[in-house]
């Protein structure tokens, strides 16, 4: 790197050996023995690694180190992905590790990178695929092998929380060449009996080749289209497998996987009598609410209630103003019948003359109807030959006709014009007609 004369700070002079370092290295594999492993609170690991020769800083970041399927201690021969950094506040060069593996499982640990990449582009462990976690399962599926020491603490974590939710087992060989068959036809088996809300994955530790069946593709296709649940729990807490990311949940053990599953029972019940003792508060509530409204009522009724004694004079004297009240409307309606008796009389004597002039009055309404009836004949007859005098046929069939443009009728030759046609209307009927040729005259037609 040229200078040319110009003074550079420290920061300067690192950075730029950074950039240059940065520049010159792509991703290279190492292999070195663990020294110095310290991991943080914020989940990134520090180390060292070294040979017989040198040795070199390391560090491995949390978001990286997830993928890692073992705990790396002091004295760990491990092979790792990274890139050659520069670490300019304290002018150290160090490895920022991508991936790691122990030393020797090299072949298996490139496939299961590949096979992990390769699901990924595909979605398989979209967010998105996942799904819930029944709260209250009918009953939980458990595939693993029966000799599996995982299974006992997996009965042991349900019996302690849920032990009233019913267990199936679907068993399996969970290492070696039937594994990963075994598994798929086990979790097929679970999905085609639909007895089970909720499905474990589960069995004990082991190295990478021990875990090596829950790696299959075949295996995590048949998860990734599971409609029921499925929670991985394979291996310790550091051990991560194919499963691990496909699966609805992962957990980190055996018994953790359970303990997903399986509602606390204490917890629930604890749950219920907290919901129990709020009910009978309620209703204490509402029923002291109901026996202050009694007493209210019942209050108000005893005061709006007279005594009887008061009572029986009140009847008495609403006794006595009926019999007074009767007594009086039946006067009344005696007098009224002797007035009605006294007018029916006189309308008897009456009846004779009412009837003599009925019936002259009948004889004068007769007379007067025929002689309207004549005049309202004279008047129609008169009418109806005025109406026959103007209707224009009677005129067409003298030999007149009309020139008619659309509804009106043309009564000056000068209206007329020979570049449109007309209609004309004869006795007979009529006929569209165009002009050629106009002459105008003044001379009247006379009949």
């Known amino acids: 790197m040229e200078n ?9 002079l690192n950075q730029a050996i950074s950039s240059l370092i940065s520049s010159s290295f792509d991703i290279v594999w ?6 110095n492993f310290k ?3 914020s989940g990134h690991w520090y180390f060292k690694l070294k040979d017989a020769d040198s040795q070199i800083n390391g560090v491995m970041f949390k978001g990286k180190n997830a993928s890692v399927d073992f705990s790396p201690r002091d004295g760990d021969q491990v092979e790792v992905a990274a890139q050659v950094g ?4 304290r002018g150290d060069i160090q490895l920022n590790l991508q991936l790691m593996r122990k030393a020797g499982a090299g072949a298996l640990f490139e496939a299961f990178v590949r096979l992990k990449n390769k699901l990924e582009l595909a979605g398989l462990f979209a967010q998105s695929r996942k799904k819930d976690l029944p709260t209250y399962p009918r009953a939980i599926g458990i595939v693993t092998s029966i000799q599996a020491a995982a299974l006992k603490d997996v009965l042991a974590t349900l019996a302690r929380r849920a032990s009233h939710i019913p267990i199936i087992l679907y068993p399996t060989p969970v290492q070696g060449p039937e594994a990963a068959p075994g598994m798929i036809a086990a979790l097929e088996n679970a999905q085609k009996d639909s007895q089970v809300d909720v499905i474990l994955l589960v069995r ?11 790696n299959d593709e075949q295996l995590a296709i ?3 289209d599971m409609q029921i649940p499925v929670i991985s729990g394979v291996g310790h807490e550091t051990d991560f497998t194919i499963a691990d990311f496909v699966a609805d949940r992962r957990a980190p053990t055996p018994t953790a996987a359970a303990e997903m599953a399986a509602p606390d029972r204490l917890e629930l019940l604890r749950h219920l009598q907290g919901v129990k003792d709020w009910l009978q508060r309620l209703m204490r509530d509402h029923l002291d609410k109901k026996a202050q409204r009694l007493d209210h009522l019942s209050l108000k009724l005893g005061s709006a209630i007279p005594n009887p004694e008061q009572m029986k004079q009140q009847q008495l004297h609403l006794r006595t103003r009926l019999k007074r009240a009767w007594s009086e409307n039946c006067r009344t309606m005696a007098q009224q019948n002797n ?12 009846l004779g003359h009412l009837q003599k002039n009925q019936t002259q009055s009948r004889e004068r309404l007769v007379r007067a109807l025929q002689e309207k009836i004549r005049g309202t004949k004279m008047g129609l007859e008169h009418f109806t030959l005025q109406l026959e005098t103007l209707n224009p046929q009677r005129t067409l069939e003298r030999g007149y006709a009309l020139i008619l443009d659309g509804d009106q009728a043309l009564r000056d030759p000068a209206q007329l014009r020979s570049d449109k046609p ?9 006929a569209t007609i165009q002009l050629q040729e106009i002459q105008r005259t003044t001379e009247e037609l006379k009949e």
């Not at 007035?339 to 009456?350: I, S, T």
């Not at 007309?422 to 009529?430: R, V």
């Open 4 to 12: 040319s004369g110009q003074i550079l700070t420290i920061g300067q």
């Open 204 to 214: 004990g530790g082991g190295s990478i080749e021990d875990l090596w069946a829950f």
């Open 422 to 430: 007309y209609l004309l209307a004869m006795a007979q009927g009529s």
């Open 39 to 41: 991991s943080y609170p």
């Open 30 to 35: 190492v292999r070195g023995e663990i020294s």
């Open 339 to 350: 007035v009605m008796a006294m007018r029916l009389q006189r309308g008897v004597l009456d």
């Open 86 to 89: 520069f670490y300019t506040a």
């Open 222 to 224: 048949c998860i990734s």
